[in-house]
């Protein structure tokens, strides 16, 4: 089967950057999907990795590491606005489309 | 943009109830998918669908069913609602480039 780990929670401050990891076991591997969601909305797509590398997304940005498993989000200039639930995601080991997620990382942002 | 619509935020039924949930997407996207989400848990795949009259079981299937006769619309239905199944319920739809584009969500309560 495929497992996703990544931390409950995580605090910070406002302007501060943080990093939400991800490591992951599949034995198939079609790319790493972050996502956010807002307490009582609907998750969000953030990025995408399917190569090893750095994607810059404004202030967000997603890494890979295939060789890893290993996958973060790195959130720069923190608002009180990012205060969410952050989601990794990857692809389905059969390759159904259907993605698989980790139980979340809850972000809470202080003044 | 996409959008992707529930046909209820909330929803009360009783013990052995049948439930439809319908979620329909505007953007003429084939893969459709159910997922629950549990404090902790995560999204849980229930159902996909890759098109019409087409679905496949998720990971959590049992004491659900669905029906896509129709591409934008894809429907949960809970046969006999029992009260492990008060969840929030979420739709979604696959884009392009593999992101996912989540419904509003449905908070079922079964008493």
């Known amino acids: 089967g495929q497992s996703l780990e990544q931390p409950s929670e995580v605090t910070a401050v406002e302007g501060a950057i943080v990093q939400i990891n991800c490591t992951y076991q599949?034995?198939?591997?079609?790319?790493l999907s972050w996502y956010q969601q807002h307490d009582g909305g609907a998750p969000t797509f953030l990025s995408y990795?399917?190569?090893?590398g750095l994607e810059e997304t404004g202030r967000f940005s997603s890494f890979l590491s295939r060789s890893d498993s290993y996958g973060y989000l790195l959130l720069q200039e923190l608002q009180m606005k990012d205060s969410a639930s952050y989601f990794c995601a990857v692809r389905d080991q059969t390759g159904r489309r259907a993605l698989t997620f980790g139980s979340g990382t809850r972000l809470q942002v202080q003044p | 943009d996409v959008k992707v619509t529930q046909s209820s935020r909330y929803l009360v039924k009783r013990t052995g109830e049948k439930v439809f949930l319908e979620c329909v997407q505007d953007?003429?996207?084939?893969?459709m998918f159910w997922y629950r989400q549990d404090p902790g848990l995560g999204l849980r795949l229930i159902y996909f669908s890759y098109d019409v009259k087409m679905k496949e079981k998720g990971d959590i299937p049992e004491g659900y069913s669905v029906s896509r006769e129709k591409k934008e619309r894809f429907s949960l239905i809970l046969e006999s609602a029992s009260t492990n199944q008060t969840s929030m319920y979420l739709c979604?739809?696959?884009?392009?480039?593999?992101?996912?584009?989540f419904g509003p969500g449905t908070r079922l309560t079964v008493l």
């Open positions: 979604a739809s696959r884009g392009t480039y593999n992101e996912q584009f």
């Open positions: 990795n399917a190569l090893d």
């Open positions: 953007m003429d996207h084939e893969n």
């Open positions: 599949t034995s198939g591997f079609y790319g």
